[in-house]
């Protein structure tokens, strides 16, 4: 089953604009992290937030979390061409931490027009 | 891609015929992990292993089985494989913090 749901599946902005995306997720977690796609390559993992954590921040991403509404969302702000992907969230299973895999969301496809 | 390779990088296939993806790792990592992406599903565990001969299955194990002989090797085969596994095949590890992932470059399997 899907621990992480994305919103919105599909996003598409101009280039200088920020994008924000979410996630919901349903069981309590250790931690919660962002991957990015592009088309046609594995992911690339950009950033892990602790449960224990509120925010946190990497260059242009900032990514919050909600234990109490099992919510997260990230942030890129003044986007570029090249930020056009695929975005994932994903969350461990408490008992075992990440060790025994994680469980990613469907994604937010994200489109940066010039 | 953080020393991570997998082959075949594309593979098409038919019905019943049995299937193994590899993935080599350079990394000396303990975990390694297969996934499978698939459209609106996102990537689902099939199998993941914590050691040489260590392995358990992950959500979508179901007609697939892993081995791992050696550290750098983990395995993936689809011991009759039917067209519903067709889609992306990605191996991961894990980096020195044990939850991030590193991810190989994916196998496309086509099954007719």
């Known amino acids: 089953s899907q621990q992480g749901e994305e919103d919105p599946q599909a996003l598409s902005i101009q280039e200088g604009e920020n994008a924000t995306m979410n996630c919901s997720y349903k069981?309590?977690?250790?931690?919660l992290q962002w991957y990015r796609q592009n088309s046609g390559r594995g992911l690339v993992h950009l950033i892990l937030i602790r449960s224990n954590e509120r925010e946190k921040h990497s260059g242009r991403l900032r990514v919050t979390l909600d234990t109490s509404k099992k919510s997260s969302s990230l942030l890129i702000t003044a986007s570029r061409a090249a930020d056009t992907a695929s975005y994932f969230c994903?969350?461990?299973?408490?008992?075992?931490?990440?060790?025994?895999?994680?469980?990613f969301g469907k994604g937010t496809h994200l489109i940066i027009q010039p | 891609d953080a020393g991570i390779t997998q082959s075949p990088r594309h593979k098409v296939t038919e019905t019943g015929t049995p299937v193994t993806l590899r993935c080599h790792q350079t990394?000396?990592?303990?975990?390694m992990y297969w996934y499978r992406q698939d459209p609106g599903h996102g990537l689902r565990l099939i199998h993941y292993?914590?050691?040489?001969?260590?392995?358990d299955k992950g959500e979508v194990s179901d007609g697939y089985s892993v081995s791992r002989s050696k550290t750098e090797d983990f395995l993936l085969t689809l011991e009759s494989a039917t067209s519903s596994q067709t889609s992306v095949y990605f191996c991961?590890?894990?980096?020195?913090?044990?939850?991030?992932?590193?991810f190989g470059p994916g196998t496309r399997l086509t099954v007719l």
């Open positions: 990394e000396n990592h303990r975990y």
């Open positions: 069981t309590s977690i250790n931690n």
């Open positions: 292993s914590y050691g040489v001969k260590d392995t």
């Open positions: 994903a969350t461990d299973a408490r008992s075992g931490g990440g060790a025994d895999g994680l469980t």
């Open positions: 991961a590890i894990t980096g020195l913090i044990t939850d991030t992932q590193y």
